[in-house]
């Protein structure tokens, strides 16, 4: 089993996320690095979501699901605009990334990060119940990054 790596050099895990990566500012994604993954791999899959929404909006929170990428890749920079992965829809309703935007007090937020042994077979803007439904028997090894914002 592959010890898969993914951390950010906007902020260390378990710490604040830096207000420019939130909804309501750049609204860009915080640039990620990627280590030891698995030679085996075929593509990778990276799911953002924040369990504590589920109080304020009766569920876990997608941010930005985004699968197909290239198990090659080191580093997703700040605002990546993927030409060979593929986006899902977010719960504001967009393809592609959305912020933190915690509404009631400090919130966690999880940057999932999956090695597959093989691509996804799905369409654009398909949602996170998708992704991870086709992930199924597919997961070679993963990690979890977390980070923390409040209103």
Wanted: charged share 25%; aromatic share 8%.
């Amino acid at each position: 089993m592959s010890n898969l790596e993914l951390t950010s050099p906007a902020f260390a895990d378990g710490e604040p996320i830096p207000d420019e990566y939130s909804y309501t500012e750049r609204n860009a994604n915080p640039p990620l690095s990627i280590a030891t993954v698995p030679t085996k791999s075929e593509s990778l899959a990276l799911i953002i979501d924040d369990p504590d929404a589920r109080a304020p909006a009766g569920k876990v929170w997608d941010h930005w699901v985004v699968w197909n990428i290239d198990p090659d890749r080191t580093e997703i920079p700040s605002k990546w605009e993927p030409t060979e992965a593929i986006e899902g829809t977010n719960d504001y309703g967009d393809v592609g990334y959305g912020g933190p935007n915690p509404p009631d007090r400090r919130h966690t937020y999880r940057f999932k990060l999956y090695a597959l042994d093989s691509p996804l077979n799905l369409q654009p803007a398909s949602t996170k119940a998708a992704v991870e439904n086709a992930m199924k028997g597919h997961i070679i090894a993963h990690t979890t990054l977390t980070g923390t914002a409040a209103p």
